[in-house]
T-cell receptor, first 112, second 115 residues
């Protein structure tokens, strides 16, 4: 099946720093989605990308759909303590219809 | 609040038992998806229902089954439970307009503990 390689696995940063994480695949994706999950809660959608090259912002978050359709990145600017959590990339592979494939997640820790 | 509701929030049961997890999708969403999240694994897709019919199957065990009812709520049935079935089970929903790839919104999850 399609694999999503998400990196880094974990990040420890100081409050105020910018953060960048990305997902890559050997397969083509039709959409890229970024979710955040707090402990014991469901994933919450942050940004959805639908076209190659698309760059979308949501407050301090910015994500891009790679031109090759095989990658995406998420940037968080000026991090704050409540940014702590696990960030998942997810996407609809070209050949899998509506089934979402998830990355392994990036655990973000923000030190005040 | 995503608009997707799941009950119960927590479930503790014994090996060999059977449980039913319930999900109500967002208003207007026709598709319901079930996922399993274990400690040592990421989110694993189990099954999708669209407007009452099974649409896609993922890594769902034969001991597990699901259905979607006419009012579009869904139930995931887990039987002959094993210790390894302990996990968070999430439901997600989406509009799933014909021909469109759309976004899934997740519920808060049911934490299942099998003792």
């Amino acid at each position: 099946g399609q694999q999503l390689n998400q990196s880094p696995q974990s990040m420890f940063i100081q409050e105020g720093e910018d953060v960048s994480m990305n997902c890559t695949s050997s397969s083509i994706f039709n959409t890229w989605l970024w979710y955040k999950q707090d402990p014991g809660e469901g994933p919450v959608l942050l940004i959805a990308l639908y076209k190659a090259g698309e760059l979308t912002s949501n407050g301090r978050l910015t994500a891009q759909f790679g031109i090759t359709r095989k990658d995406s990145f998420l940037n968080i600017s000026a991090s704050i303590p409540s940014d702590v959590g696990i960030y998942f990339c997810a996407g609809h592979p070209e050949t899998s219809g509506s089934r979402l494939t998830f990355g392994e997640g990036t655990q973000l820790t923000v030190n005040p | 609040d995503s608009g997707v509701t799941q009950t119960p929030k927590h479930l503790i049961t014994a090996t060999g038992q059977r449980v039913t997890l319930r999900c109500s999708p967002r208003s207007g969403d026709l598709s319901v998806y079930w996922y399993q999240q274990s400690l040592d694994q990421g989110l694993q897709f189990l099954i999708q229902y669209y407007n009452g019919e099974e649409r896609a199957k993922g890594n769902i065990l034969e001991r597990f089954s699901a259905q979607q009812f006419p009012d579009l709520h869904s139930e995931l049935n887990l039987s002959s439970l094993e210790l390894g079935d302990s996990a968070l089970y999430f439901c997600a929903s989406s509009v799933s307009l014909r021909g469109a790839v759309d976004t899934q919104y997740f519920g808060p999850g049911t934490r299942l503990t099998v003792l």
